[in-house]
């Protein structure tokens, strides 16, 4: 696993505000399971960020931005260079974490309304050209409820 340390990482997860309660409530359990240690033993899902400096960064950031007023569903934090998953929501639409590139275990729950909000949200970063959207919706758009139903 790649800890979020790849451009592409989705650390924005735009979620149809009717189905954010449901989504949020599986996609915490999950990352609760989540286990953060050594990438050579089988069971680890996350291994260790490059080094320390950088996983204390991931971990102040996300300090600050619950400092700020954004709500911990899980409030990870660093151990040297392993840094346990972080899942952030209640973000104020000028949050500066929607707006970089946080390179470690964040997770930012966005709701929307609609598929024009949803656009206009994935689409407020000066990053981004990668977006993942599921497959098998009706009309193939991120906004779309059914896609964003946690697996």
């Not at 291994?47 to 709500?71: C, H, K, M, R, Y």
């Not at 309304?113 to 206009?120: I, L």
């Amino acid at each position: 696993m790649h800890q979020g340390q790849v451009c592409m990482a989705a650390n924005r997860i735009l979620v149809d505000r009717t189905l954010e309660a449901e989504f949020t409530e599986k996609f915490v359990a999950k990352v609760k399971t989540l286990r953060v240690g050594d990438p050579a033993d089988p069971a680890t899902h996350i291994g260790p960020l490059i080094n320390s400096q950088q996983a204390e960064s991931v971990s102040s950031l996300v300090d600050q931005t619950v400092a700020a007023g954004a709500t911990a569903l899980l409030h990870g934090a660093a151990d040297g260079n392993l840094v346990s998953p972080s899942v952030l929501t209640g973000l104020a639409a000028d949050s500066p974490v929607l707006r970089q590139e946080i390179f470690g275990p964040v997770a930012l729950i966005v709701p929307f309304d609609g598929e024009e909000e949803a656009v206009r949200i994935a689409n407020d970063t000066p990053y981004g050209s990668a977006a993942p959207s599921t497959p098998g919706t009706s009309s193939g758009a991120c906004g779309s409820p059914s896609a964003s139903t946690p697996a």
